[in-house]
């Protein structure tokens, strides 16, 4: 399975990114999937997860009510939408899939994608 994340780019904060993550096989609509980012100097961390169905998902603290995951098993696609961004979400985005076990650990998914940079300018 491979994935290609975009959506990424540079934007002032408070305003908007919605990224996206395609899958190349359809049985990724049978896997929770994830989104992770990674500062510089810094180690990645989790930001989101989705169940297979899209019923269940889980977001960091610091992202919860502000950023939006979702999935379109038709279009083996997965989705964060981001508002009101600031410069500490600025950081490299991976999506990941197959995840088994403790869904905000980097180490429980099976399948990850190459990343796309989000900058936030204050």
């Known amino acids: 399975v491979q994935l290609q994340a975009s959506g990424g780019g540079l934007v002032k904060a408070g305003d908007s990114l919605r990224l996206s993550c395609a899958a190349s096989?359809?049985?990724?609509?049978?896997?929770?999937m994830g989104w992770f980012r990674q500062a510089p100097g810094k180690e990645r961390e989790f930001v989101a997860a989705?169940?297979?169905?899209?019923?269940?998902?889980t977001y960091t603290d610091s992202a919860k009510g502000r950023f939006t995951i979702s999935r379109d098993n038709a279009k083996n696609t997965m989705y964060l939408q981001m508002n009101s961004l600031k410069p500490e979400d600025s950081a490299v985005y991976y999506c990941?899939?197959?995840?088994?076990?403790?869904?905000?650990?980097?180490?429980?998914?099976?399948?990850w994608g190459q990343g796309t940079q989000v900058t936030v300018s204050s």
């Open positions: 990941a899939a197959r995840a088994s076990g403790n869904w905000k650990s980097d180490s429980s998914y099976a399948y």
């Open positions: 096989a359809r049985t990724i609509s049978t896997y929770v």
């Open positions: 989705i169940s297979w169905s899209g019923g269940t998902t």
